[in-house]
């Protein structure tokens, strides 16, 4: 057996070996083998891709949260400016009508007691007429001997009618 | 391209075929080896020198028993069956032991000082024996086969599961194989050729790896062997050929009208050239490890016999070397299988249709 001599017999022999080992390999092997890589690759491409995919729609979802939140602040924010707003207009109102209910209760004090100094004016002026007369007609009717005595009579007179 | 160097080759090819001329001066001397051994069997062993030379060779080439032991005149070996197909004589299956050693005849036969098995009468035969490489042929394809069937019987229970131990090994392997070797090349057209080349990738590793073990074969280091693997690829590359490809090998376009013959010469020449660079590439990088190895060893025995103490202190060189060689082979086992598979790619991405045309320009 040389080194350099192709031998037929292991020519045909290797022939033989290898096309069984490469229809055996191919059937029973690659086959499978690179089917399932097959099979997992693009599985695995999926569902790198679904969770891509998955992940915007977070984002998004979650962009959208915010802006629903930030709604919602801005909105409670707004309600309370307006509950206080409404507030202040309540209490300042109250203010106004009692201040302006003040007033005029003040207003119809002073009146009554306008009218009350009216009334004891008037009456105090009727005493005051009615005492004259009484006094002028007390005085008239007393007929004194002297002026002295007249005039003292008087005086006595206004000493007692005090106007009060 | 993960070409070896030039000079490497060189270097290579020119070990082996100092080797050869060495062993044919060997082959050369009236007394085989073998021969001298059985000769000297019954007298005291005096003058029997280590014939480097044949031993190596025997190491190295195919043979019709499997040499397990052989110490002194002591040789343990298995016989193999021997198939003869002679025009005149029909079929003949006989055991090799038959012949014993050279000393008997059987059924027409014999063997000649070389232990080649020659016809009595001279007639023509072929030889289809179970030798050496064909048995271990059989062996390492049984071993791909259970191995990558039990791996696929992995993939066929669950598919979309992790891949673990044989299985994640080979896994890597055969993405490797797929993405890095014959995408690139084949592109579209990467399935349709792919289960050749896994074949052949795993069938040259598997081989190159057995080849390395104590007392195996030589499988692809047998030019036989090589020889048909790169048939099988030139068959491929044949008939997968497309119109476009011959038309642009025939015509040459572009090219000046005065350097055409010679470039289309060179382009004819290139499609037988390229197989064979195939074949010769892995037998020389197999063989070449081989010789170095059993070169190195060799020289213990050689020194041995000039001294008991020259053999010893060269030993431990010789051992150092052999075994960092060794470990270059282990490495050279897979290196020659991807280059094997690598160019069988490149090969057969030239001829399809729809290929680009600068790997056509850049030989």
New interface residues.
Partial sequence: MELLKPELGLIFWTTLIILVVYLLLSKFAWKPILDALKARESHIDNELKTAERVRTEMSQMKSQHEDLLRQAKEERSQILKEAKETKDAIVNEAKDKAREEAAKLLAEAKKEIDNYKMAALIEVKNDVGNMVVELSQKIIQRELSNKDEHLKYVNSMLDKSKLN | MPYKSLTNKFLYLFI?FM??AF?SVQAGHPEHPAHMEEKHADTPKTDEKYDAGSVI?HH????HEWEIYSKGHTHISLPLPV?LYNIEHGLSVFMFSVFEHGHANYNGYYLDKKH?IQSLDGSAF??????K??LA??VS?LI??LL??S??KR??AN??QAPSGMQNLF?VL??FV?DEIVKPMLKENT?RF???L??VF??IWINNLLGLLPSAANVTG????T???A??TFFITMFNSSGHYWHHLLTAPGVPMGVKPILILVEVLSIFTKPFALLIRLFANM?AGHLIVLSFLSLIFIFGEMSAIAGYGISLFSLAFSVFIYCLELLVAVLQAYIFTNLSALFISEVLPHDNHHGEHAH
Avoid at chain 2, 126 to 131: G, V
Wanted: glycine letters at 0%; zero cysteines; charged letters at 10%.
């Fill in positions: 082996a080797a050869f062993s060779m190295i080439t195919d043979s198939i080649h072929y030889d289809l024996s179970i030798t490489n064909v042929m059989l394809s791909l086969f990558f069937r791996v696929a993939y066929q598919p979309l896994e055969i993405i797929r399935y792919l289960p050749y896994l074949t795993f069938f047998n030019i036989a062997v020889v048909t693997l048939l099988f063989t």
